[in-house]
């Protein structure tokens, strides 16, 4: 009652010091561990039935045992329990620690130990505790913990831990761990971000850990529900990101303790012997070693020994001469605890190899003279292949180091380093990856692994080492008009921050064309959804209009509130993913181009693609936030109608699907273009108010057309059935946008001499699909 009442103290204790600390209450005062071995009357070791010499995995040598006769004092008495359906497990008879093995060499028993843990839900309440672990206490308790092989634990983002005990050495000490985010979590560290460690003292009996959480994990819900605290074996555990949610499923970790005979000292054990009790190093070739860990000693085999020293003849001699560290040149022989070496004959020395070895005795012997030679000629024949090897290795690896550098340089790595520092802008959240890491990724560019191919290069599906999927794209080779679009993308996407836009992971560029990845989306294109109807289910109108809204809003975000506008330029049905939950990702940044805050316009070489082209921007190669929006009409246009941007399938006339749209409204047709699946939805206002939305973003003048940010507002309107209110998407009575006005646009000029007008051109010939 007294060693209990003292136990009870020292918890109330620790808990008051965390109430000061933390002023929380949430705490939960935890005994894990008291190792049990009272010492009773000695006994000797006999080789009865009823001594096992192995429980399941573990082996069970003397001293310990399972019965009478079996071990040398109580302490020492094991338990093996052979009733579970599992494998039988070792234990204490008054404790329900599992013994895991027993290392009679090193003194120390490895064995099984509680986690402590208190969990969460993400507003703060606590769901779960270790309150069913219950005290496991003897008296006189004699197998402390491992000060130099264990150490406290502390897993958690909110999490602080005290240990302490009374039996032994009476001590407190505490460790926090703390973050804000997964991302400042660095795997295999333990200096309190996350995880934080702290040393076990000597002579430590039992422990008590009082754990709690200064916030209750409420802004640290998502990753690290629960606060977890544990000694354990240092070498048996690695921190893990991963541990802030996974150490739910575990229940037991490894620690070590130190075990010894007795309270006595070898000297006193020694003396106490001759007077009848029992010294416990009971063959003649071991030697006796004090406890370094509490009182008692321990016993070993002497050199040139190995076995059981608490065992009489349990030290068997070893075979020195078979041991990978024997130091003979010449004859070996093995002695009892030692052994000799000597020279053949012919030879002299103490054929040794740290003394004078064995050398002939006759210089003048030809026989030995040839063996020398030859020895001398092999040996440096291997030096020689060997320090070939070595420079081999050396220059390859100095020549793949700077075909990286090359190719870094050649890929705009230097430029790519500038502009990110001209735009201010942080890489903290992108990965630069290796080309060794991509490449088992994606099975050296397996041809199964091809996502798609287009004119700027091709796309694979990868796997990286955490089972992470990714989408990785590799351009084409020896095209710097590619690099600059490689660059251009990872400059414009890392302006982004928009969960209707894809993500950009990270790039590589150090391999001969450059890479960029990005997030997996699951689901294909919008484009494949409307036009692959075999291939892919029906899209509702709901559908169809939850998709538009989001992209229009994505669009809406790139030029009005990204860090620097952003205009698209490539705006289709091509470039929208949807995910396994038709959530909209508007990706392929590779023409995108930033626009300077003093600026609304850029002059630059035409390029697009035939059909989604913005008329005006075609003409004068003057590029806005507006020809986004006429190419997101031509989206909208073919979600309503299902057919393609461009369809050799319809008259001359009315190929282009902008002008097959806007004569049709204009002839009062709409319903009779308009996908009869969505029609039969029976939405018609919507898709009249829709239809209105699609046909301003049409307008040939880019100033009477709508912003994005008009149309993705108007857009939420028609979702909440409030279909068009704003004046530009009525339909009026002289449309801006006329059938032969449209055709003039698209008509190529004679005087265009840029490179994109070149291509559409050659794209006018058939329909246009350049992968992108």
């Not at 008692?296 to 040139?304: F, I, K, L, P, V």
């Not at 990978?324 to 000799?340: A, D, K, R």
């Not at 969960?499 to 960029?516: D, F, I, S, Y």
Request: hydrophobic residues 35%.
């Amino acid at each position: 009652m007294k060693r209990e009442a003292q136990l009870n103290f020292q918890i109330d204790h620790q808990t008051k010091i965390l109430q000061r600390i933390m002023k929380a209450s949430h705490l939960l005062p935890w005994l894990t561990l008291l190792i049990l071995a009272t010492k009773s009357a000695y006994s000797q070791p006999t080789n009865g039935s009823t001594c096992l010499d192995r429980c399941g995995s573990v082996n069970i040598p003397y001293p310990f045992g399972t019965g009478p006769g079996c071990y040398h004092d109580e302490s020492f008495l094991v338990t093996c329990n052979a009733t579970t359906n599992s494998s039988p497990k070792l234990f204490f008879p008054t404790s329900n620690v599992s013994i895991l093995d027993i290392s009679i060499s090193k003194g120390e028993l490895r064995v099984e130990g509680p986690i402590a843990r208190n969990c969460y839900d993400r507003f703060g309440n606590q769901t779960s505790n270790n309150s069913e672990i219950t005290r496991t206490m003897t008296t006189n308790s004699n197998f402390p913990l491992s000060a130099t092989r264990n150490k406290l634990a502390v897993v958690g983002c909110d999490s602080l831990a005290i240990i302490g005990g009374s039996e032994g050495r009476n001590y407190s000490a505490g460790c926090i761990s703390m973050c804000n985010q997964i991302n400042d979590v660095v795997n295999g560290s333990c200096s309190g971000v996350g995880c934080c460690q702290m040393s076990i003292p000597e002579d430590v009996i039992d422990f008590v850990v009082s754990l709690g959480s200064l916030n209750d994990h409420k802004e640290v819900f998502e990753f690290n529900p629960c606060d977890y605290s544990f000694v354990v074996e240092d070498e048996a555990y690695e921190f893990s990101s991963a541990d802030l949610k996974d150490l739910q499923k575990r229940e037991t970790v490894p620690l070590i303790l130190d075990w010894s005979v007795g309270k006595s000292s070898c000297e006193e054990a020694q003396q106490n012997d001759k007077v009848g009790a029992v010294y416990a190093c009971r063959d003649s070739n071991s030697f006796c070693l004090n406890s370094t860990n509490g009182p008692g000693y321990r016993c070993n085999c002497s050199d040139g020994y190995q076995g059981n020293p608490y065992l009489i003849n349990g030290c068997q001699d070893i075979n020195d001469c078979d041991h990978s560290t024997n130091p003979c040149v010449g004859i070996c022989t093995n002695l009892p605890g030692s052994f000799s070496c000597s020279c053949p004959k012919g030879f002299k020395g103490d054929g040794t190899k740290n003394g004078t070895g064995c050398s002939p005795v006759d210089s003048g012997n030809q026989s030995v003279l040839t063996i020398s030679i030859a020895l001398g000629v092999s040996i440096g024949l291997l030096l020689l292949l060997l320090a070939g090897s070595w420079t081999y290795w050396v220059l390859k690896k100095r020549k793949l180091m700077k075909l990286k550098e090359k190719f870094f340089q050649e890929n705009g790595g230097i430029l790519l380093q500038q502009q990110l520092v001209h735009q201010r802008s942080s890489s903290d959240t992108a990965k630069i990856f290796t080309a060794e890491q991509l490449k088992k990724a994606t099975n050296n560019y397996d041809q199964s692994r091809v996502l798609g191919q287009g004119g700027y290069g091709t796309v694979y599906k990868g796997l990286l080492l955490d089972n992470k999927v990714v989408a990785i794209k590799k351009s084409k080779i020896g095209s710097q008009s590619q690099i600059e679009q490689f660059i251009n993308e990872v400059i414009v996407l890392s302006q982004i921050n928009h969960r209707n836009v894809v993500k950009l992971l990270g790039c590589c560029l150090e391999t001969e064309v450059p890479l960029l990845v990005y997030e997996f989306i699951t689901n294909g294109t919008l484009a494949d959804h409307i036009h692959e109807k075999d291939k892919y289910s029906l899209l509702s109108w709901e559908m169809r209009l939850k998709i538009a809204t989001e992209t229009a809003g994505a669009i809406a975000y790139l030029h009005s509130s990204a860090s620097m506008p952003i205009i698209h330029r490539d705006i289709k049905t091509a470039n929208i993913l949807l995910d396994e939950n038709y959530t909209t990702k508007v990706a392929d940044f590779g023409a995108s181009r930033l626009v300077p805050l003093d600026q609304t316009q850029l002059t630059t070489l035409v390029q697009g693609t035939l059909g989604y082209l913005d008329p005006e921007y075609f003409q004068t190669s003057q590029l806005t936030e507006k020809s986004d929006v006429y190419s997101f009409g031509i989206v909208l246009a073919e979600l309503l109608t299902g057919e393609m941007a461009v369809s050799f399938d319809r008259k001359e006339s009315v190929r282009n699907l902008a002008m097959y749209f806007i004569s049709s409204m204009k002839e009062g047709q709409l319903l009779q273009i308009l996908d009869e699946r969505v029609v039969n939805e029976g939405n018609i206002e919507q898709l009249k108010a829709v239809a209105h939305v699609a046909k301003s973003c049409l307008r040939v003048n880019g100033e009477e057309r709508p912003t994005m940010k008009e149309v993705a507002s108007e857009l939420e309107g028609v979702m909440r059935s409030k279909v068009g209110t704003h004046p530009w998407g009525q339909d009026d009575q002289n449309p801006s946008l006329g059938v032969e006005e449209t055709e003039y646009l698209l008509r190529p000029s004679s005087t265009s001499t840029t490179e994109g007008f070149d291509s559409m051109n050659i794209q006018m010939l058939k329909p246009s699909d350049d992968g992108r």
